[in-house]
């Protein structure tokens, strides 16, 4: 009975975890969804080099930039190419690798050589050895034979790998300065990777050359011969030392006393962070020009009511004039450079009008300054004009409005924007859009009007320093007075201006240039005061600055 019984409970649990089963089965499974492959992390590929895996990593070059979604290591992909040269040279039996992105050269070099060895670089060929007879390609490094010499204690062959690798416009092998301050880029997105595997070769007696060819050096921007070193920040960044650069017409020579990755790296005179700077400067020399031409433009005010003569000389009336242009255009200046020019279309064009007008005027009014000058000084003789100042005016005033008038109906003015090689935006504003209407009214212009302020100024120097020597006793004293009237006059016609053409001769000059002709106003202060409110020793000399102003008058109004 208790057998039955047992059997029966037995029986029982058997069916009820039968039922059991089946309801388990009967019931969907949930899987985890498999994760999806991200070979931009650096880590699937590592230490895989055939075909399939190097292009396969060589995705990342295009999926890791500063506008993609990629989860992307770089430290990790940089190591990956890095420690491929490696496998070359220590791994792999093939001699030459051609893909889209990449080129090798792989050979065994006796270290008992004696000459140089030349390879050519071509980006679109693999890297292969030339005779020092053939002709010597456009791309190409020498490796000389003092490296190999210096090899021959150790070993009696050495493999060298060569390849040419294409990065691509993304983020790999930027380095921390390229992508954060928006520095530069390497020039064609090509390195050139000299290795002897594991071998470190650096501090050559004889550095090893490397030619890369470009058309001519681009404009506003420095070319920089650079390896990639591995030893800086936390993922690598590009270096220049050990290398010296040699810029030519059809190409620049790279002279490095190492071997890694090393490429040519193009970077623009005027980057971001220098736009800023020299933006803050002209600001900043601006601001304080503009206090002094109102200081300027009070004394002037002061002095009409209390000094007779003031109503009728034209000298002060055109110094007074070139003061308000000049406030007028740093209130332009400031209020462009603080405008969003991504607003308003409208609002755009009128600042640019604006700006662009008083910007003629200024110029104009330079050369009507030189003009009086040439007039007072030089010609002397038969210089009165009827209505004289009126006159000045119609022009200083009205020729800027003609032009600008042209040159809005040309539809030239909008949003202007300055550009590095890799078409970054350094800086924004209301300006021109259109660069023919700024080549011609801006430079032309400028041109014109710089050249006859130079010619009369040079003149009036000649004459300054002409009768200085012809003055008896205090003859060195005489010239300081002269050269001080000069730099003054110098103020006056704009003088600071034609440091702009010297900007091209680099990055120093446009700092000189951004600071002295934002303080214009202010050295036309300083020329008011010493000319209007002159010691009595000035006043009794017959060389100082006052003397120049006071031995005409032309208005006869």
Same mark, same amino acid.
């Given at each position: 009975?208790?057998?039955r019984?047992v059997?029966? #409970?037995?029986?029982?649990?058997?069916? %009820?975890s039968g039922?059991?089963?089946?309801?388990?089965k009967?019931?969907p499974?949930t899987?985890?969804p498999e994760?999806?492959r991200n070979?931009?992390?650096g880590?699937l590929?590592?230490?895989?080099y055939?075909n399939?895996?190097?292009?396969?990593?060589?995705?990342?070059?295009?999926?890791c930039?500063?506008?993609e979604n990629e989860s992307?290591?770089?430290?990790?992909?940089?190591r !990956?190419?890095?420690?491929?040269?490696?496998?070359?040279?220590?791994n792999?039996t093939?001699e030459k690798m051609?893909?889209?992105?990449l080129?090798?050269?792989?050979?065994?070099?006796s270290?008992?050589?004696?000459?140089?060895?030349?390879?050519?670089?071509t980006p679109?060929?693999? *890297?292969?050895?030339?005779?020092?007879?053939?002709?010597?390609?456009?791309? /190409?490094?020498?490796?000389?034979?003092?490296l190999? $010499?210096?090899l021959?204690?150790?070993k009696?062959?050495?493999?060298l790998?060569?390849?040419i690798?294409?990065?691509?416009?993304?983020s790999?092998f930027?380095? *921390?300065?390229?992508?954060l301050?928006?520095?530069?880029?390497?020039l064609?997105?090509r390195?050139?990777?000299?290795?002897?595997g594991?071998?470190r070769?650096s501090?050559l007696?004889?550095?090893?050359e490397?030619t890369f060819s470009h058309?001519?050096?681009?404009?506003?921007?420095? =070319?920089?011969?650079?390896f990639?070193?591995?030893?800086?920040? *936390?993922?690598g960044?590009?270096?220049?030392?050990?290398c010296s650069?040699?810029?030519g017409?059809?190409?620049?020579?790279?002279?490095c006393?190492?071997?890694t990755?090393?490429? +040519?790296?193009l970077?623009?005179?005027?980057?971001?962070a220098?736009v800023?700077?020299?933006? /803050?400067?002209s600001?900043?020399?601006c601001?304080?020009s503009m206090i002094?031409?109102?200081?300027?433009i009070?004394?002037?005010?002061?002095?009409?009511?209390?000094?007779?003569?003031f109503?009728?000389?034209d000298a002060?009336?055109?110094? +007074?004039?070139?003061?308000v242009?000049?406030? =007028?255009?740093? =209130?332009?200046?400031?209020i462009?450079?603080?405008?969003?020019?991504?607003?308003s279309?409208d609002?755009?064009?009128?600042?640019?009008?604006i700006?662009?007008?008083?910007?003629?005027?200024v110029?104009?009014?330079?050369?009507?300054?030189?003009?009086?000058?040439y007039?007072?000084?030089?010609r002397?003789?038969?210089?009165?004009?009827?209505? !004289?100042?009126?006159?000045?005016?119609?022009?200083g005033?009205?020729l800027?409005?003609?032009m600008?008038?042209?040159t809005?109906s040309?539809?030239s003015?909008g949003?202007?924007?300055?550009?590095?090689k890799?078409n /970054?935006?350094s800086?924004?504003?209301?300006?021109?859009h259109?660069?023919t209407a700024?080549?011609i009214?801006?430079?032309?212009y400028?041109?014109?009007?710089?050249?006859f302020?130079?010619?009369?100024l040079?003149?009036v120097?000649?004459?300054i320093?002409?009768?200085?020597s %012809?003055?008896?006793?205090?003859k060195?004293w005489q010239?300081?007075?002269?050269?001080?009237?000069?730099?003054?006059?110098?103020?006056?016609?704009?003088?600071t201006?034609g440091? #702009?053409i010297?900007?091209?001769?680099?990055?120093s000059t446009?700092?000189?240039?951004a600071?002295?002709?934002?303080l214009?106003?202010?050295?036309?202060f300083?020329?008011?005061?010493?000319?209007?409110?002159?010691?009595?020793?000035d006043?009794?000399s017959?060389?100082? *600055? $006052?003397?120049?102003?006071?031995?005409?008058t032309?208005?006869q109004?």
């Amino acid at each position: 009975m208790v057998t039955r019984r047992v059997l029966g #409970a037995l029986l029982l649990l058997l069916l %009820a975890s039968g039922e059991e089963t089946a309801i388990d089965k009967s019931k969907p499974t949930t899987v985890p969804p498999e994760q999806p492959r991200n070979t931009c992390h650096g880590l699937l590929n590592m230490g895989q080099y055939d075909n399939f895996y190097l292009e396969d990593t060589a995705e990342c070059f295009k999926k890791c930039g500063p506008l993609e979604n990629e989860s992307c290591d770089l430290g990790n992909l940089q190591r !990956y190419w890095l420690d491929y040269e490696t496998h070359l040279v220590e791994n792999s039996t093939e001699e030459k690798m051609d893909l889209s992105f990449l080129k090798t050269f792989v050979k065994n070099f006796s270290t008992n050589i004696s000459e140089d060895l030349h390879f050519s670089l071509t980006p679109s060929q693999i *890297p292969k050895q030339l005779m020092e007879d053939q002709h010597k390609t456009p791309d /190409r490094v020498r490796l000389p034979r003092s490296l190999f $010499a210096s090899l021959q204690s150790s070993k009696p062959e050495v493999r060298l790998a060569i390849s040419i690798l294409d990065i691509g416009s993304g983020s790999l092998f930027k380095g *921390p300065q390229l992508s954060l301050k928006d520095d530069g880029s390497v020039l064609n997105n090509r390195l050139v990777g000299l290795s002897l595997g594991r071998m470190r070769v650096s501090e050559l007696a004889e550095p090893l050359e490397i030619t890369f060819s470009h058309p001519h050096q681009p404009p506003n921007m420095t =070319l920089t011969c650079v390896f990639w070193d591995v030893t800086k920040g *936390p993922t690598g960044d590009w270096s220049s030392e050990g290398c010296s650069t040699e810029l030519g017409a059809e190409g620049t020579v790279c002279r490095c006393n190492h071997l890694t990755f090393f490429a +040519l790296l193009l970077r623009p005179i005027l980057d971001k962070a220098t736009v800023q700077a020299l933006t /803050r400067i002209s600001q900043a020399g601006c601001g304080a020009s503009m206090i002094f031409l109102a200081f300027t433009i009070v004394s002037y005010t002061v002095l009409r009511f209390s000094r007779q003569r003031f109503k009728s000389e034209d000298a002060p009336k055109i110094h +007074l004039t070139l003061s308000v242009c000049l406030f =007028l255009l740093n =209130l332009a200046f400031l209020i462009n450079v603080g405008n969003d020019p991504k607003g308003s279309k409208d609002t755009c064009w009128v600042l640019g009008a604006i700006f662009h007008y008083f910007l003629l005027c200024v110029f104009t009014w330079m050369a009507l300054e030189a003009l009086h000058l040439y007039l007072l000084v030089i010609r002397v003789f038969n210089t009165y004009f009827r209505h !004289y100042f009126l006159k000045l005016s119609l022009v200083g005033w009205g020729l800027p409005a003609l032009m600008v008038i042209g040159t809005r109906s040309a539809n030239s003015y909008g949003y202007y924007t300055i550009h590095d090689k890799e078409n /970054r935006t350094s800086l924004e504003l209301c300006w021109f859009h259109e660069d023919t209407a700024l080549y011609i009214t801006v430079h032309g212009y400028f041109l014109v009007t710089f050249l006859f302020s130079t010619v009369v100024l040079s003149l009036v120097g000649w004459k300054i320093f002409t009768l200085s020597s %012809a003055t008896a006793g205090k003859k060195q004293w005489q010239n300081w007075k002269g050269l001080l009237t000069l730099l003054g006059l110098s103020s006056l016609v704009g003088m600071t201006w034609g440091l #702009a053409i010297l900007t091209p001769l680099g990055l120093s000059t446009i700092y000189v240039f951004a600071l002295f002709n934002s303080l214009q106003g202010v050295f036309i202060f300083c020329w008011f005061i010493v000319l209007y409110f002159p010691s009595q020793s000035d006043v009794s000399s017959s060389s100082g *600055p $006052a003397r120049i102003e006071q031995t005409h008058t032309m208005s006869q109004e």
